[in-house]
């Protein structure tokens, strides 16, 4: 596969293997790249009322809803807060996941504080 690409790019082998080489990430980079899903279950936990009230502008309901993640994601917030929300807001299956965490039962887009705790004491994000 390298050598047609190489050839469809008119790369030499060198030029190929260095770029393959910079867009792989070490594990250290990954991991600083953007948190793992508990990591960001435990930013949202001790940043709750922020989250909470994010979308909705000052009305905490203790409740996070898609609209308030994607509102941290894109917001003006501290990056670690906006990365943690971009990890559920990007990712359907996981905010769902987040979402049924305590009770089970289908998604209802109201992530409570007992779904973010039952979702880091299950230490999955599968």
Request: aromatic share 4%.
């Amino acid at each position: 596969m390298r050598k047609s690409i190489r050839v469809k790019l008119g790369l030499s082998a060198g030029t190929l293997m260095a770029l393959s080489s910079a867009i792989v990430a070490t594990p250290a980079q990954a991991a600083t790249a953007a948190p793992n899903c508990i990591d960001a279950a435990a930013t949202i936990r001790d940043n709750f009322g922020v989250y909470d009230v994010a979308a909705h502008h000052n009305s905490p309901d203790q409740r996070i809803s898609h609209n308030d993640m994607v509102a941290v994601a894109g917001g003006n917030y501290a990056a670690n807060l906006r990365d943690a929300a971009g990890v559920f807001s990007n990712n359907q299956r996981l905010f769902d996941a987040l979402d049924t965490a305590a009770k089970g039962g289908g998604p209802d887009n109201r992530i409570s504080p007992e779904d973010v705790a039952a979702f880091i004491a299950r230490g999955t994000c599968g």
